[in-house]
DNA sequence: TTGTAGGCGTTATCAA
DNA sequence: TTGATAACGCCTACAA
């Protein structure tokens, strides 16, 4: 008997009451008496009965489905934030739908557009690295759409966000060099781009001020931050015979990189150079010597990016301030920053 | 002028038509004339109307959505993988909600099940290690909603699978290891659960044997494939005190613990101890040496299960043969099998 | 080529 | 506490 699948008015039919009364049972509403309840229930069960949820969401005028953009989603740090996302969600009884961006603004607006097709109740984002206009968002706070921005976010639209503290960050780890005896930190940064690069360079600049160390902007070395860059990087570093016994990287790939080339070239990590890298990607524990970096807390990040677009989402007719929520990091101490030895 | 969302009755009064003629000229519909087409589609834009994919997917019985299950979509190759089937379904415009079952069945049924009742019109599916009950997906299969296993399948279900050639990605690891002069080759592996590593162990059988190489039992090592157990098989395999000058990881994880161990103890990689692993997860290129490894092309592999779920779709009426696909590896090679010295 | 009418499955409103 | 009715926005026979 596989037959149709079974709808609430099969139900109604065969208990001899109307749809409404079965809508009622099945929803947990007040206004029903307990023995229609269990009837219907059991009724449900015995023809194997499955809510159409988008008839429901016709109805309704919302989804259950939560939209999720990200730069792209085969990166550790992002599938860990959806994954937090997930476990807050679906708790609720939310689903989650992902799109990649690729760090291009067209394709930005363009799966926004897809997502909003698909009449998600809301979208998550962290914004791609090129994006420099915001109108698709503003748009969406104009449409009252729920919009919770993460990780890599910008104060240009009037909404919620989820970051971590990157300045305390960049902090934590610079400070951490200095405790180890470093004077010379080299940094390795992107400043044209999005913010959380600028805020662990502020927290390079400051933990070197409070250490009464002077700073040497020929030290600090812009690039896009993936593995090449940190190689390209270091190579010029070597080359230009400066003097230094530390590398703070900004993104563990870069930080990779750097390892690579100062290992090439007979540096020893890290009793020649110190290193340290930014974000906790799983492959840090596994490099030789172990790197050391600093955690954002992903998953930590993705539940509170759900919990900030639920309350929006209760708040939706009330007015609504949207909060900023700042995770603390943690830095995650390993071989490559040890100097003091095994 | 935010107010409400346009529907298509809005198109048709502004336009003076009824929203049949609106739906057809929006659809492509062949009967309908060139001059109001263009009239719909201008107003369209005017009034910025966005189609309720709800209500045409309730009406039509069809969402548009793919479901994907995967054990945890925070490793790389899954992530590779989801992109892959994001390509070919956003070309069809299609989108992907993606659930993670963590390995676990209960869990696995369950995202099932809320994948079914946001009314996803087919599900792609990697099963979970234990998974050992299959018959949630023989139920999809008999009410005829479209299934695909992917990369951890199973024949208990008659359906459409696409799988790399595990036990040609098996042979071509060992048969470098041979071709680089190693004798005694060490196997990690996992009899007990899925396929895939059965097949692989059946390369390195198949390659020992074609190249009169005896094969010695007590040189397999099986354990869950993480880091910590490629780890503690490699103590082991220091501590038994047997002979042998390679390791065939069939999991880069365990690869790289066994890279770990081997470098505690001075062993040094790949001149006393070649070493293979299997994925090409990103990672093992940043090991030191770098690691050799199998490419399963994950984002093939994604494309291919997405090709696969339309053939079923567009065959649904007719009767449809299960296909298994089945995509080539690759073996990349890197420092640490190459003996010849650099 | 266009219009009419009905319904996809659910829920909200009103009345009983 | 339950029933009747309409509506969410769209698509598709069928009729014109």
Redesign the pocket.
């Known amino acids: 008997m596989a037959s149709?699948?079974a709808?609430?008015?099969d139900i109604a039919k065969e208990l001899?009451?109307?749809?409404?009364?079965v809508?009622?049972a099945?929803?947990n509403n007040?206004?029903?008496?307990e023995?229609?309840k269990k009837a219907v229930l059991g009724m449900a069960k015995d023809l194997n009965y499955q809510?159409?949820n988008l008839?429901?969401a016709?109805?309704?005028?919302k989804s259950q489905l939560i939209g999720i953009i990200v730069p792209t989603i085969n990166r550790s740090f992002f599938s860990s934030v959806i994954r937090g996302v997930e476990e807050v969600a679906n708790k609720l009884n939310y689903r989650v739908i992902v799109s990649q961006s690729n760090e291009d603004v067209d394709n930005e607006i363009a799966t926004l557009n897809a997502l909003l097709n698909a009449r998600v109740d809301g979208v998550l984002v962290s914004i791609g690295k090129n994006t420099d206009r915001f109108e698709h968002y503003k748009d969406l706070m104009e449409r009252g759409i729920p919009l919770v921005l993460f990780d890599r976010t910008t104060n240009e639209v009037g909404t919620s966000q989820v970051v971590i503290d990157d300045y305390l960050g960049g902090y934590l780890a610079t400070e951490h060099l200095i405790k180890q005896g470093c004077k010379k930190i080299v940094h390795f940064t992107n400043l044209k781009q999005v913010n959380i690069y600028k805020e662990r360079y502020r927290g390079y600049l400051e933990a070197l001020r409070d250490n009464d160390i002077p700073f040497d902007e020929s030290l600090v070395y812009q690039s896009d931050m993936q593995l090449v860059d940190g190689r390209n990087c270091t190579e010029q570093l070597l080359a230009s015979h400066k003097k230094f016994d530390a590398i703070f990287s900004a993104s563990d790939y870069a930080a990779v990189g750097a390892l690579q080339i100062l290992k090439e070239n007979g540096v020893k990590v890290p009793e020649d150079v110190a290193l340290v890298g930014f974000s906790n990607e799983p492959f840090t524990s596994f490099t030789d010597p172990s790197l050391t970096t600093v955690s954002q807390f992903p998953i930590e990040m993705g539940q509170a990016a759900a919990e900030s677009f639920f309350e929006i989402l209760e708040a939706k007719k009330k007015k609504f301030i949207p909060q900023k929520t700042v995770l603390q990091p943690e830095l995650i101490i390993r071989d490559s920053s040890l100097k003091s030895g095994k």
Do not use: D, E, F
């Open positions: 149709k699948k709808t609430i008015h001899n009451i109307t749809a409404s009364t809508s009622r099945l929803n007040p206004r029903i008496s023995a229609t809510p159409n008839a429901a016709l109805r309704k005028g």
